[in-house]
């Protein structure tokens, strides 16, 4: 075991993969020489080869095609889009491309590819660098989609998705990468900030994609949250006093519905929290989950804490991110009704 932040942990699952399967390639937007824009693929060139760790031209389509082509033939293709907000231009490859192909070829032809990328705020990228679009994907059948909230969880669940025989999307926090910070360099991490590193194995390990994690017990009510969130809310229900459970899905989609489920029906409350904008989120599609299965046992209105409808602002980060204050108010709503 070894102390890792989620870039070291990111790092050390990709060579494990690299060195446990010589059909495992990574490639994307810098991410050899460099060693990527935020250094998660930092040594593994020099280490594996630039036959195996090369850099892209920005072009993420191209990207996303070659790596389906790729995985077609036997390959195992783990690319970097350098920011979420970027991958939009891959969208018709991965949708029309990628998450069909083994259906249309009737088994046939798989593709076995992850694609990686940054996303959400908390470093003042402002609207082009700051988004969050797990919805999007979690729309498409064929792609699954995944966002660690911990050193320990992102290389179990990378390597998972390496591994998988279908296309994932693998979301990656920003904030979360070497310690979150509160927005001024001249002040020391906020008390509901996560712990930069964490306990993680050195060797092989894999966390199945499509399982939850109650990160914290619980029976007055459920909190159902994701990637950075999962800290906040942690730090929320602390504040709040009130005895509330948090699931960390880790996997948006497959989603472990009967752990979800299971919980909201023993509480009887539910909150759910993303950095997203509020519309059309993902916390819509968990307020309808949870709607048709618990229905009879909700004692409240289920509430959402979300990012606004409004492009992430750089001068006014921290007044769009949902924090501990929000999710306090929504734990008070939830338990006053």
């Given at each position: 075991m070894s102390?890792?932040?989620?870039?070291?942990?990111?790092?050390?699952?990709m060579d494990v993969m690299l060195t446990r399967d010589p059909n495992v390639l990574v490639f994307g937007e810098d991410v050899g020489y460099f060693g990527g824009v935020f250094r998660c693929t930092a040594g593994l060139q020099a280490k594996h080869g630039r036959q195996r760790v090369f850099d892209a031209p920005i072009a993420e389509g191209g990207i996303v095609a070659t790596a389906v082509g790729m995985g077609a033939y036997g390959l195992r293709p783990v690319v970097e889009i350098q920011f979420a907000d970027y991958i939009l231009p891959a969208f018709d490859q991965l949708v029309s491309e990628a998450s069909r192909l083994r259906y249309r070829s009737a088994g046939?032809?798989?593709?076995?590819?992850?694609?990686?990328?940054?996303?959400?705020?908390?470093?003042?990228?402002?609207?082009?660098?700051?988004?969050s679009p797990e919805s999007i994907f979690?729309?498409?059948?064929?792609?699954?989609?995944?966002?660690?909230?911990?050193?320990?969880?992102?290389?179990?669940?990378?390597?998972?998705?390496?591994?998988?025989?279908?296309?994932?999307?693998?979301?990656?926090?920003?904030?979360?990468?070497?310690?979150?910070?509160?927005?001024?360099?001249?002040?020391?991490?906020?008390?509901?900030a996560s712990h930069p590193a964490g306990e993680v194995p050195d060797d092989y390990y894999r966390i199945e994609l499509g399982k939850a994690s109650i990160v914290r017990p619980g029976k007055a009510c459920t909190v159902l949250t994701y990637g950075t969130m999962v800290h906040v809310c942690l730090s929320a229900?602390?504040?709040?006093?009130?005895?509330?459970?948090?699931?960390?899905?880790?996997?948006?989609?497959?989603?472990?519905?009967?752990?979800?489920?299971?919980?909201?029906?023993?509480?009887?409350?539910?909150?759910i929290a993303h950095e997203a904008s509020r519309t059309s989120g993902f916390g819509a599609e968990l307020g309808q989950l949870v709607q048709e299965h618990c229905f009879?046992?909700?004692?409240?209105?289920?509430?959402?804490?979300?990012?606004?409808?409004?492009?992430?602002?750089?001068?006014?980060?921290?007044?769009?991110?949902?924090?501990?204050?929000?999710?306090?108010?929504?734990?008070?709503s939830v338990m006053e009704n």
């Open positions: 102390s890792m932040n989620m870039v070291q942990a990111l790092n050390s699952a046939e032809f798989w593709a076995p590819i992850t694609v990686r990328s940054p996303c959400g705020g908390g470093i003042h990228g402002g609207q082009t660098h700051s988004q979690t729309h498409i059948s064929g792609l699954k989609t995944v966002m660690p909230s911990t050193p320990y969880d992102a290389k179990g669940l990378l390597i998972a998705a390496i591994e998988d025989n279908d296309p994932v999307i693998f979301l990656e926090p920003k904030r979360l990468y070497n310690g979150p910070f509160d927005g001024h360099h001249d002040r020391p991490l906020q008390p509901w229900v602390e504040e709040s006093g009130i005895d509330a459970e948090v699931i960390d899905l880790r996997s948006l989609f497959p989603i472990d519905v009967e752990t979800i489920t299971a919980s909201v029906a023993r509480t009887g409350r539910c909150v009879h046992s909700l004692e409240s209105p289920i509430r959402r804490v979300t990012g606004w409808d409004t492009p992430y602002p750089h001068a006014l980060e921290w007044k769009y991110f949902p924090g501990p204050k929000r999710v306090m108010h929504a734990l008070k």
